[in-house]
């Protein structure tokens, strides 16, 4: 969408006042954890752009609550298995010994979207070390998220979307479906049916030196994640262009609709 479409859609430019007021109408309060997907896009023109949106979510939280967003860095996954864009065979060896190490502090996201990259340079802010699905947080609650995020099964028990469910979290989808709603992915590690295992490698920068490091997770899904949320929502009588629904409740569901549809 271009920023002449986005004035197109809306009669007013989005603020930091008119976004804060509109997540506490939502039920967004301060004090909450928050793991927040979305798109700047979807919100028309905003005066700002994306950090105005980091500002208004900072803003309606405060200091006591925590706000968690996914900087995942499809980067550092297996080149041979690209697919947007696929690169040449004879390229796979040069990326993978020549990618730079994961830093948290510096390495970008990708296709996480204006407001989380904006995000993950805010002062405060910390990131988990996974080199391919980190979160990035702030607030009260930032460093014992984000700590400790395990290399195998990143998106599973041992991962910051864990620490959420453990606070009670919420789950806001900005302008996005559930096809971008990283809690799913806990319910898929969690719930009982047959899965892939696969062995994934990544450099990472240890004691001041490049290390490639090798690591088991599953091969992940999101073909029927929209089902998955579609389902919930009926339940819960939840739907809009921006969405807050409960993680833990959220997670438990997709954990049985796994086990039955899958």
Known sequence: MSEADAVERVDEPGTVDSLAADLRALGVAAGDTLLVHSSLSSLGWVAGGPQAVVDALQT???????????THTGQ???PSVWENPPVPDDWVDIIGESMPP???EVTPTRGMGAIAECFRNYPGVVRSEHPTVSFAAWGAAAEEIVADHELEYGLGDGSPLARVYDRGG?????????????SLHLA????DFEKTRTTERA?????????VVEYEDIEVE???FEAVGEAFETTVGAA???TLLDQPALVDFAEDWFESNR
Do not use: I
């Open 60 to 70: 309606v939280l405060t200091d006591d609550g925590t706000l968690v967003m996914p």
């Open 76 to 78: 550092y996954t297996d």
């Open 102 to 104: 994961f830093r948290p």
């Open 170 to 182: 919420d789950v806001l989808l900005l302008g996005v479906g559930h096809g971008n709603d990283t």
């Open 188 to 191: 898929e590690h969690r719930a």
């Open 203 to 211: 450099p990472l920068l240890r004691d001041g030196e490049r290390v």
């Open 222 to 224: 999101t073909d029927d």
């Open 240 to 242: 809009a262009t921006a």
